[in-house]
Structures are given as structure tokens and as C-alpha cells.
């Protein structure tokens, strides 16, 4: 019996689950579709890119996924684009976690704990600045119960 080190390549193969499979070409092909549309060019992370992240925070991620974004304003944890809106407001952007809206209040609190490489998926909306963050275990219920994505334009949930 031959001893493996760190420098043997050494292959697997596993037969996934038929049902995982189906699943999984399901939930893209859903997520593919929420990518067209009025909400612009998206920029997606899969889960092998976030694996590979250099670290940090996904509150750090948003700010090397969107450059173009600050704190709205001294002492806040909204994060808004840089620019004014036709109204000369300013825009704030708005992230969501397993499709539900982070408050703009607690954004940097709450992804501040948030490691990207323990995500699934990111998806990015840089025209609108809207940034969609998913757990995998999030992916794997919606997988199970074979629930809907939230259109996009419906926005995210709010917790109760």
C-alpha cells in the first residue's frame, strides 16, 4: 500500500443522490431566470469561488463586490451607493440573507460574522444595489421542500 502526501492528487468518484441531482438543476435553472431582467447585470460567487475566498467578513465582501459603496453617513452601518438617485437621495443598498432583508441598521453587525467561504451563493446587483447572500443550508431546504425563490422585484422578506 502506497502512503499519500500533500502532493498526491487523488480522485473520488461519488454517485450523487438522482434526486440531489434533478434538484440542483432545478434550483439553477430558477436562479438563472431571477437573473434576467430589469435588475441589470449580475455578478454571481458559487459556492467553489467562495471556498477559495481570502477571508475576511461578508460585510469585506460586499465592499470588494460592490467598490462603489460607503457607509451612508457618520456612525451608520447602512451602506449606500456612491451618486445620488434622479430625486438626489442618496441610495442605499440592500442585502438579504436566505431572502431575508439584513436591517440597514445592524448590516455591518450582522455580516461582520458572516465568513464568505461559509456561504453557497452570492449573487450581486451592482445597477440597483441589491446584494443576495445564501446559506447552504438555506439552498438545501429549498432543495427539499422544492419552495419558490422570491422574485426579485418582490424584494426580500422581513422577519416578523
Do not use: H, W
Request: proline share 6%; charged share 20%; with cysteine.
Amino acid at each position: 500500500v502506497e502512503a499519500f502526501g500533500p502532493q498526491t492528487l487523488l480522485t473520488i468518484n461519488l454517485v450523487p443522490e438522482p434526486l440531489e441531482v434533478e434538484g440542483l438543476t432545478v434550483l439553477t435553472d430558477r436562479l438563472a431566470e431571477r437573473r434576467r431582467g430589469v435588475f441589470g447585470i449580475v455578478e454571481v460567487l458559487d459556492r467553489g469561488q467562495l471556498l477559495l475566498d481570502s477571508g475576511g467578513s461578508a460585510f469585506d465582501l460586499v465592499f470588494r463586490m460592490l467598490p462603489f459603496v460607503a457607509p451612508c453617513g457618520v456612525g451608520s452601518e447602512a451602506l449606500c451607493l456612491s451618486g445620488r438617485s434622479a430625486m438626489g437621495q442618496q441610495r442605499e443598498i440592500k442585502i438579504c440573507l436566505d431572502d431575508r432583508q439584513i436591517p440597514s441598521s445592524m448590516m455591518e453587525t450582522a455580516l461582520a460574522g458572516i465568513d464568505p467561504r461559509s456561504l453557497y451563493l452570492v449573487e450581486v446587483y451592482g445597477r440597483v444595489g441589491e446584494v443576495r447572500l445564501y446559506s447552504p443550508g438555506y439552498i438545501k431546504r429549498v432543495l427539499e421542500t422544492g419552495a419558490s425563490l422570491r422574485p426579485l422585484t418582490f424584494g426580500c422578506g422581513t422577519d416578523p
